[in-house]
């Protein structure tokens, strides 16, 4: 029998993911084949559905409910105590549904990212779908961006875009949005673990490997 430990790269990056509710972009993320080892899931409701996808994956997974703390800085509290117990390297926010503290959001300072389904700046907050499609606008998105104190305006790392079609409702919509934050999140991470990611003087990201796609995306298409 062999009965040495699986050998663990301790050049690697750790990260800890946050989750609420479905778990598509956690799924994504397991399966991207990340250059990081995942340390935890935490979730900070106990039937979030995404924790049956991290044991599915042998992740360790914790719960931080947030309906057990009177406010909003002793729920960050607990939750700080608890991803600090992996020292991650990153937090990555994955569908994870809590305003945080500017404590919070100070003590992870460019170690803490989000998905949001939408072009950042427009559609900051909740229902991004449903008011893109009142609005009227053509084209839609999803924006990976750092966390910082003012909620959905960290600086972008990156954004993908999709066409908004005359016959979409919200959820359809957002199925194909979603589908491009399953691909732009795991390629925000592998950056940052590959520290090909900076902030420059004005806190904005640039990217070590720089290419620039040519190719505009116009929509409704030209004749
Ligand atoms: C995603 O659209 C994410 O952008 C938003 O919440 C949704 C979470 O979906 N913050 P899932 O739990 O990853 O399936």
């Known amino acids: 029998m062999n009965l040495k430990p699986e050998s663990v790269d301790v050049t690697m990056k750790s990260i800890v993911i946050l989750i609420s509710g479905l778990g598509s972009n956690l799924r994504a993320l397991l399966e991207a084949d990340l250059p990081c080892r995942i340390a935890a899931v935490i979730s900070n409701r106990v039937d979030a559905p995404g924790l049956e996808i991290a044991k599915q994956h042998g992740i360790t997974t914790r ?3 947030h309906h057990s703390h009177p406010d909003r800085e002793s729920f960050d509290s607990e939750l ?8 991650p390297d990153l937090i990555v926010l994955a569908g994870f549904m809590r305003i945080l503290t500017p404590q919070f959001v100070a003590r992870y300072q460019n170690k803490l990212i989000n998905i949001h389904p939408s072009l950042l700046p427009a559609y900051s907050g909740l229902n991004t779908h449903a008011r893109a499609l009142r609005d009227g606008v053509k084209i839609h998105g999803c924006t990976v961006h750092f966390v910082t104190s003012d909620v959905d305006h960290g600086p972008i790392i990156i954004q993908a875009a999709v066409s908004v079609l005359v016959d979409d409702t919200p959820a359809t919509l957002a199925a194909r949005v979603l589908h491009q934050e399953h691909r732009i999140f795991p390629q925000a991470i592998r950056w940052l673990c590959n520290d090909d990611i900076r902030l420059n003087a004005g806190g904005k990201v640039l990217l070590r490997r720089l290419e620039q796609p040519g190719c505009p995306l116009i929509s409704p298409e030209m004749e």
């Not at 700080?80 to 020292?87: H, M, P, S, T």
């Open 63 to 65: 719960i931080v409910a």
């Open 80 to 87: 700080a105590l608890c991803i600090d117990d992996y020292r």
